[in-house]
């Protein structure tokens, strides 16, 4: 088959809501579910907000490698047939505390989270830029240096 472009493999993200972000802690991994809220215009950097004074961004502090790791719905309801697909991205973090940055991926579904918005102390917007992403869906394969 075919290998996918990128410009696929966004649109496949789109209807992914959350994914686990691994990164380096203490020595070994440490990974959490983040959630790009639907808001996915991937073109190799993707975005998530964060306390700041989490674990996960103590550990990008500390060393910015991390990976992504994305599963899609398949099949009938994802139960039956397909599995969906499978997005594993290797990457370089990066920690954004600009109010103007936060503005463009703010969503007010995050005030849930953060009700004081984009004026939450502390907030912080994590950048991850992929070197790397692999991709399985059901006979399909593939991956791409980014």
Known sequence: MAERTLREIAEAMRDIDFCMLTTVSDGGLAGRPMSNNRSVEFDGDSYFFSDGDSRTVRDLERDPTCALA?????????????????????????????????????????????????????????????????????????????
């Open 70 to 146: 994305f599963q899609g719905s398949g099949g009938l309801m994802g139960v039956v047939g397909k599995p969906g697909i499978f997005i594993a991205i290797e990457g370089t973090g990066a920690l954004i505390r600009d109010k103007a940055r936060f503005a463009e991926h703010w969503r007010a579904e995050l005030e849930r989270w953060w009700p004081e918005g984009i004026d939450t102390p502390g907030l912080t917007l994590i950048k991850v830029v992929a070197d790397r992403l692999h991709y399985w869906d059901g006979g399909d394969e593939g991956e791409m240096t980014l």
